[in-house]
């Protein structure tokens, strides 16, 4: 009878066994350790394409800020500008104008009647102010009447005149005059065509 020792062949078979599972596992590690490392190259790129591309964001947006501090400066300047010609025009036509209203008060006064003082609003001779208050006229007249004839005449001058106040009237006596009417009166100032049509 012939007797198998079958202890060595089980023995070989675990070693066997066991040699196959640490390669396999020698395999996976090596395997992960290759996709690690691949996907860390790949992370690295990633970044220094990404830090790349926030530093070109970074000179150009840099650089749009210097252009929009220029558009600013510009657009600063070009309402200043805007402004100063908007000014210079506007104290040509309130001289122009103020002109005109001098020289209808002028007209308007009949013979017998005069002006001692004139006074318009702050800045009316600029242009600034013409037609923001009152125009206050003191004077005198030989007869009462002619003064309403006075007010009648600015009153008729609607181009240029709003609205005529008798504010005051009374008779005086001075050596160099002898007897006459005093009268102090207000009266409001239309704006130029121009200016009113801008306004409507």
């Not at 220029?70 to 000014?87: G, M, T, W």
């Not at 001058?157 to 102090?184: C, H, M, P, W």
């Amino acid at each position: 009878m012939i007797k198998i020792n079958l202890l060595a062949v089980k023995e070989a078979k675990k070693r066997a066994t066991a040699q196959n599972q640490v390669i396999a596992a020698g395999i996976v590690f090596l395997v992960v350790i290759v996709g690690v490392g691949y996907l860390a190259i790949l992370r690295t790129r990633t970044i220094s394409r990404l830090n790349g591309e926030i530093s070109q964001t970074t000179v150009e947006l840099a650089r749009l800020e210097a252009t929009k501090k220029k558009v600013e400066q510009f657009r600063k300047a070009n309402d200043n500008l805007q402004q100063q010609i908007s000014v210079i025009t506007s104290l040509e036509t309130g001289r122009d104008w103020y002109l005109q209203i001098l020289d209808q008060i002028s007209d308007a006064t009949p013979e017998g009647v005069w002006v001692d003082t004139l006074n318009t609003p702050k800045g009316s001779k600029t242009g600034g102010g013409i037609y923001s208050g009152s125009w206050e006229i003191k004077g005198g007249a030989w007869e009462k009447d002619q003064i309403g004839n006075l007010i009648s005449n600015l009153e008729n001058r609607t181009g240029y005149f709003g609205s005529v106040t008798l504010k005051k009237i009374a008779k005086g006596n001075k050596a160099d005059l002898g007897e006459f009417y005093s009268y102090e009166m207000s009266i409001t100032v239309n704006k130029p065509p121009a200016a009113a049509a801008e306004a409507g």
